[in-house]
């Protein structure tokens, strides 16, 4: 089974474009080595792929090998996440500070001004 369609398949990445693009980007290891998108994957295989906002790798073990995408109860049985705890701690509190820090910008102190907030900057008053 080609590695690109079990990553599709086993819904890490959305599309099967999307998993092979980070294969060729060698993104995706096999015992430190980069796969290619037509790599051949067995049961039992440990691979380590990076995780969709990129924060950190996943490593995962295939369990079994799934020809076409599958439901995500399905697609969770046919492989075992064996990622670090500590490192999927890290990953969580790093999406947690950025969660914050975008509710914490406030409405129209970045890029362009607004036409009512020119208006405003133009009289001078600036509120």
């Given at each position: 089974?080609?590695?690109?369609?079990?990553?599709?398949?086993?819904?890490l990445f959305k599309t099967r474009t999307l998993a092979a693009r980070v294969c060729l980007a060698g993104k995706v290891k096999r015992d430190?080595?980069?796969l290619k998108p037509s790599t051949s994957l067995k049961e039992g295989d440990r691979i380590e792929v990076p995780a969709a906002d990129g924060?950190?790798?996943?490593?995962?073990e295939v369990v079994t090998l799934?020809?076409?995408?599958?439901?995500?109860?399905?697609a969770q049985a046919?492989?075992?996440d064996l990622t670090p705890a500590?490192?999927?701690a890290e990953a969580e509190q790093?999406?947690?500070q950025n969660k914050e820090a975008r509710t914490h910008r406030l409405e129209?102190?970045?890029?362009?001004?607004?036409?009512?907030?020119?208006?405003?900057?133009?009289?001078?008053?600036?509120?």
């Open positions: 089974m080609r590695i690109d369609k079990y990553l599709w398949a086993i819904r430190g080595k980069n924060s950190h790798k996943r490593l995962i799934l020809e076409k995408r599958v439901s995500a109860p399905l046919a492989y075992l500590e490192v999927l790093r999406r947690l129209g102190d970045q890029g362009r001004l607004t036409k009512k907030k020119r208006r405003l900057w133009e009289r001078g008053t600036g509120k």
